[in-house]
Nanobody
Framework: QVQLVESGGGLVQPGGSLRLSCAAS????????MDWYRQAPGKERELVAS???????NYADSVKGRFTISRDNAKNTVNLQMNTLRPEDTAVYYC???????????????WGQGTQVTVSS
């Protein structure tokens, strides 16, 4: 079994910064793509940023230049540095990972439980 646990959410003023972390644990052989999603009240869950094992990353247009995704393959962690936060960034943030749990090479998708980010003065 694999668990993803996010941390680092909270309340921050507009223009402030937060750093989210997600740690994967369990029977992990390797991890492929890792993503951060968010879901605001009344809205669909949306992809914020993604990163593959080699380090290449992609971002939603709404966060480009403000958010940075990174990962530590040795520690099975993924981080999201969020700068210049705006009220519209308020949401529950989820990490998602594609994890291989055996040598067969099949990757399964796992989600974390989410962490609340609130941007408000």
């Amino acid at each position: 079994q694999v668990q993803l646990v996010e941390s680092g959410g909270g309340l921050v003023q507009p223009g402030g910064s937060l750093r989210l972390s997600c740690a994967a644990s369990g029977s992990i052989l390797s991890i492929g793509r890792m993503d951060w999603y968010r879901q605001a009240p009344g809205k669909e869950r949306e992809l914020v940023a993604s990163i593959i094992s080699g380090g290449s990353s992609n971002y939603a247009d709404s966060v480009k230049g403000r958010f940075t995704i990174s990962r530590d393959n040795a520690k099975n962690t993924v981080n999201l540095q969020m700068n210049t936060l705006r009220p519209e960034d308020t949401a529950v943030y989820y990490c998602k990972a594609e994890v291989a749990i055996s040598s067969i090479g099949v990757f399964y998708v796992y989600w974390g439980q989410g962490t609340q980010v609130t941007v408000s003065s």
